[in-house]
């Protein structure tokens, strides 16, 4: 085994779990591969992509995105200096490989080369798609996505916009089950969930490290710790400005737990 694909939505942990991937002596993480804010880093699928379709403008069609991507994983494979690759793969992103053809509530072309070449996936999911949001909007206040630094962040609370709320969450859990049930047909999979992805002294937890043992085929995984700062605060009452009104709009709806959780 030399790959192992790291399947999530965006503020799930990812970074923070890369982090520890890091420190394994038999993995190497492979940050968000199709970000496009990363095209000319070498091991950004855009920079290898392009350089293809330099060679051959017909590479730009969609009938090669097979072809491009399986050659882009034996350089990954090359660059990984005998490590099993963990590829980091957002929901968003898994169109990229798309066919001439793709139903639109089908089933993404990424997907479907997963299980048919066996490639083993880990899923990550967030349960609590609500403090997600919140994340990313701190992140995005704080112009600061992931960093080492505590100072670097300078915005802990903001005023969170109710209107269109429920719609934003329905669309995001609705993404995450679309997932979900794409990667049935996966056979070499783990599920995880960021909720159960750390213990209380901030590294990864007994069951994360076994369950991944079990699919990558590792003897031992040490408790590492990311080395990421977490930016929200887990008590929202704490992050939320206008705590209240966000608890008024959810009330009733599927989401009100998520306040407290």
Not at 47 to 67: C, G, H, I, M, W
Not at 69 to 80: G, P, V
Not at 130 to 158: C, E, M, P, Y
């Amino acid at each position: 085994m030399s790959i192992c694909f790291l399947i999530a939505n965006q503020r799930s942990g990812t970074s923070a779990l890369g982090s520890i991937f890091n420190q394994h002596p038999r993995l190497r993480y492979f940050f968000e591969i199709f970000h496009d804010g990363h095209i000319g880093h070498d091991m950004n699928y855009f920079t290898f992509y392009l350089e293809k379709v330099r060679q051959d403008l017909r590479n730009s069609l969609p009938d090669a995105n097979l072809k491009i991507f399986q050659e882009y994983l034996e350089y990954i494979r090359s660059r990984s200096h005998d490590r099993i690759a963990i590829i980091d793969v957002k929901y968003n992103s898994t169109h990229h490989i798309n066919n001439f053809w793709q139903n639109p509530g089908g089933t993404p072309g990424f997907i479907r080369f997963l299980y048919k070449n066996d490639i083993p996936v880990i899923h990550l999911k967030r349960n609590n798609i609500l403090k997600g949001l919140i994340s990313s909007q701190i992140a995005n206040l704080n112009k600061v996505w992931h960093t080492h630094d505590v100072d670097a962040i300078r915005v802990h609370s903001f005023r969170l916009d109710p209107q269109n709320l429920i719609a934003h969450l329905t669309e995001a859990a609705e993404q995450t089950s679309l997932i979900e049930n794409s990667l049935v047909r996966a056979r070499h999979r783990l599920n995880l969930t960021y909720e159960s992805l750390f213990d209380a002294d901030g590294a990864i937890s007994a069951y994360a490290r076994q369950s991944i043992c079990g699919l990558l085929g590792l003897e031992t995984f040490p408790p590492f710790k990311p080395v990421h700062v977490k930016q929200t605060k887990d008590n929202l009452r704490q992050v939320l400005e206008n705590y209240s009104e966000v608890e008024q709009c959810l009330a009733g709806s599927p989401f009100a737990w998520m306040l407290e959780a």
